[in-house]
């Protein structure tokens, strides 16, 4: 059973409410670096700084970070199988800078600690802020996002699924039980 949560236009007034509050609690966005985890991270960090720059008539930097090497449970030791890796792509020194992490559900915690690690790999920032288009609870490691798209509680047999209309050909997120 699937279940639509949020729509094309609802996800488009959260978008842009995330860049209000990037905005307002930075006190702008000079030296702000934006980090999409891959890979609906990406196309969300993008949409952000196509708002921020519309409101504020200034270009960020958006990059893009894949963490399969960091990942702590995706890893097979005695697997032939080697992990497919699509490379990270920052377009700036992050050292000393303020980057925001974006990522599109936030869970246990687990896909933003590998970001992380994969972050300081890259150069030590300032500051980091994480920012969600969904936090769906149940974390396992102490992460809180700065800026949240939307809370939906679910079950632990209920799944949280992003379209996105570069990829998905449709924007949404809906809920999915999940069978056994």
Not at 39 to 52: D, E, M, N, P, Q
Not at 150 to 175: R, W
């Amino acid at each position: 059973m699937t279940k639509e949560v949020v729509d094309s236009t609802t996800m488009k007034r959260v978008f842009t409410r995330i860049t209000y509050e990037i905005i307002e609690q930075n006190k702008g966005i000079s030296d702000l670096v934006l980090v999409g985890i891959k890979t609906r991270g990406v196309f969300i960090a993008h949409r952000i700084a196509k708002r921020l720059e519309q409101l504020e008539g200034i270009t960020l930097p958006v990059g893009t970070l894949d963490i399969t090497l960091y990942r702590d449970d995706q890893h097979d030791l005695n697997s032939q199988n080697e992990p497919q890796i699509n490379g990270s792509d920052i377009p700036v020194d992050i050292t000393n800078k303020h980057v925001i992490l974006i990522d599109d559900v936030l869970y246990t915690g687990r896909t933003i600690r590998a970001a992380l690690d994969a972050l300081m790999d890259l150069g030590r920032p300032k500051k980091i802020s994480l920012a969600v288009l969904v936090d769906r609870g149940h974390r396992e490691l102490p992460i809180r996002p700065d800026f949240v798209g939307k809370n939906i509680p679910t079950a632990l047999t209920e799944q949280i699924k992003v379209a996105m209309e570069e990829i998905d050909q449709h924007d949404g997120i809906t809920i999915e039980k999940l069978t056994k």
